[in-house]
């Protein structure tokens, strides 16, 4: 065998060899070491890391007569949930939440204390206030029970994504378990409900 012959057959080798370990890799992950485009395909592969340059919501309210939670279309295919997933997360949301809203009733003290109802064009005939004191450590306990339903439906990985795109009830402090608005500095706030009998356009109307 000449030089140049034993050149080309040790090259040979390395090139299989090369070949082999890729191969190897992508037997181990499980994937395929390249995805084919297809023009034909509505769908296109990107690595999970691309998820932290995207901006989605993993849940939303559609209808805003009822405030029930829904999860999100963008979630539910970007994370390939299936029907009985999202049935069964949709159905742990709502019941969580409806567990804090009536928690944050009960929670409702009546008070006579001054409330500015702010610039309204209707007559207030009565009115009655109620001062909202929360329970914080009934609302972490409600939240973690939800937590761990979250895990076990989409496991480890994807509940993590879950809440990092649960901005929406995480951080809604008025419908969902967001943190209370931290007042100015050197000052001090409180929550008020009020219920207002006012003339309206109609005749006498209650608003909140």
Known sequence: MNRMAASVFVLALVVVQVHRVRGADAESTNTPPYYPWSEASAFVRVPKSFLD???IFSVTITNHETMEYVVSDDFTQTFALTGAQVDQLT????HAVEEWRI???RQLIPTDDPVDMGRT???IVEKFSFLWQPSDEQK????TQLKGQVLLILGKERSEWFWQYGGMLDN?????FGPKSPPPQGMTT???YTFALQEGNAGLEISL
Do not use: D, P, R, T
């Open 53 to 55: 340059e995207v901006n």
């Open 91 to 94: 159905k742990a949301i709502n």
């Open 140 to 143: 972490s306990a409600i939240l």
């Open 103 to 105: 928690e944050k009733a």
């Open 190 to 192: 409180k929550s008020y």
């Open 121 to 123: 064009h209707n007559k």
């Open 172 to 176: 809604n402090e008025g419908q969902g």
